[in-house]
């Protein structure tokens, strides 16, 4: 059985002026991988994910899940009203519940994703990136720089 409970922070490593948008805004940008749109996010804060995920000098920290969640899927559901979304964990070295998009090699785990994902309801939908704005989370979000990773 497995829980699909948001984990209580979420974190987004890139590049600073990307993610100032995304907390005064909440503007985030919507990747195609696996005939999905998605968006990761990890679940540790991790100074070797800066590097992983490079060119990335900042993090975005979510701290209100639920609420961030809810938002960005009410958001894609006005912008692509015939695509249906989940999120959840990416599980690795084995296939996902949730699918081939939930599904990474092993040597990956230690990003700890959690990942957004939409799929299209009608096949000739196209898979193009999607810029969606949620509004800002300055609220309950927060901007560090590698510098200020705890000790």
Same mark, same amino acid.
């Given at each position: 059985?497995? $829980? @699909?409970?948001? %984990?209580?922070?979420?974190?987004?490593?890139? %590049?600073?002026?990307?993610?100032?948008?995304?907390?005064?805004?909440?503007?985030?940008?919507?990747? %195609?991988?696996?005939?999905?749109?998605?968006?990761? !996010?990890?679940?540790?804060?991790?100074?070797?994910?800066? $590097?992983?995920?490079?060119?990335?000098?900042?993090?975005?920290?979510?701290?209100?899940?639920?609420? !961030?969640?809810?938002?960005?899927?009410?958001?894609?559901?006005?912008?692509?009203?015939?695509?249906?979304?989940?999120?959840?964990?990416?599980?690795?070295?084995? +296939?996902?519940?949730?699918?081939?998009? !939930?599904?990474?090699?092993?040597?990956?785990?230690?990003?700890?994703?959690?990942?957004?994902?939409?799929?299209?309801?009608?096949?000739?939908?196209?898979?193009?990136?999607?810029?969606?704005?949620?509004?800002?989370?300055?609220? !309950?979000?927060?901007? +560090?720089? +590698?510098?200020? @990773?705890?000790?």
């Amino acid at each position: 059985m497995h $829980d @699909y409970q948001r %984990p209580p922070t979420l974190y987004r490593y890139a %590049p600073r002026a990307e993610l100032e948008q995304s907390l005064t805004a909440g503007q985030f940008r919507l990747v %195609p991988a696996n005939r999905c749109l998605t968006l990761s !996010f990890s679940q540790a804060w991790d100074k070797a994910l800066f $590097d992983q995920f490079g060119p990335a000098d900042a993090c975005l920290i979510i701290h209100n899940t639920e609420e !961030f969640g809810e938002r960005l899927h009410r958001a894609v559901q006005r912008a692509l009203p015939s695509w249906a979304g989940i999120d959840g964990a990416v599980e690795y070295g084995a +296939r996902a519940a949730l699918g081939a998009a !939930f599904t990474k090699t092993v040597a990956e785990a230690h990003e700890r994703e959690w990942q957004f994902a939409w799929r299209a309801m009608a096949p000739q939908l196209s898979l193009n990136p999607v810029v969606v704005k949620i509004g800002s989370i300055e609220q !309950f979000a927060e901007l +560090r720089d +590698r510098e200020s @990773y705890p000790a």
